[in-house]
């Protein structure tokens, strides 16, 4: 059983940075593609960003291409959300998921959830 803890979410002004956190526990994650999707209010929830278990292969939804960067540090069970020039739009609960697979496939493939982490941007 894989527990993930997602940090670093928080308000911030349209044009500014967040860098966000997930960490894993009760197995490693080394062999798992791992994602980040996130819910606004009122909306379903949506795929932003995976990455592959080796860290090879990432994945974007298009409103986030260039502006977010996902990766991963095995070595502390740990995938990371580097999110620049944030806008409005951006703003939900982030959350992070893995997959038993090592290469990420869609959303239902996602094995285990965290409870996620608010990131508000303010215009």
């Known amino acids: 059983q894989v527990q993930l803890v997602e940090s670093g979410g928080g308000l911030v002004q349209a044009g500014g940075s967040l860098r966000l956190s997930c960490a894993a526990s009760?197995?490693?994650?080394?062999?798992?593609?791992m994602g980040w999707f996130r819910q606004a209010p009122g909306k379903e929830r949506e795929f932003v960003s995976a990455?592959?278990?080796?860290?090879?292969?990432?994945y974007y939804t298009d409103s986030v291409k260039g502006r977010f960067t996902i990766s991963r540090d095995n070595a502390k069970s740990t995938i990371y959300l580097q999110m620049n020039n944030l806008k409005p739009e951006d703003t939900a609960v982030y959350y992070c998921?893995?997959?038993?697979?090592?290469?990420?496939?869609?959303?239902?493939?996602?094995?285990?959830w965290g409870k996620g982490t608010l990131v508000t941007v303010s215009s």
């Open positions: 998921a893995g997959d038993l697979a090592p290469v990420y496939t869609s959303p239902e493939a996602m094995e285990f």
């Open positions: 009760g197995r490693t994650i080394s062999s798992y593609a």
């Open positions: 990455i592959s278990a080796s860290g090879g292969l990432t």
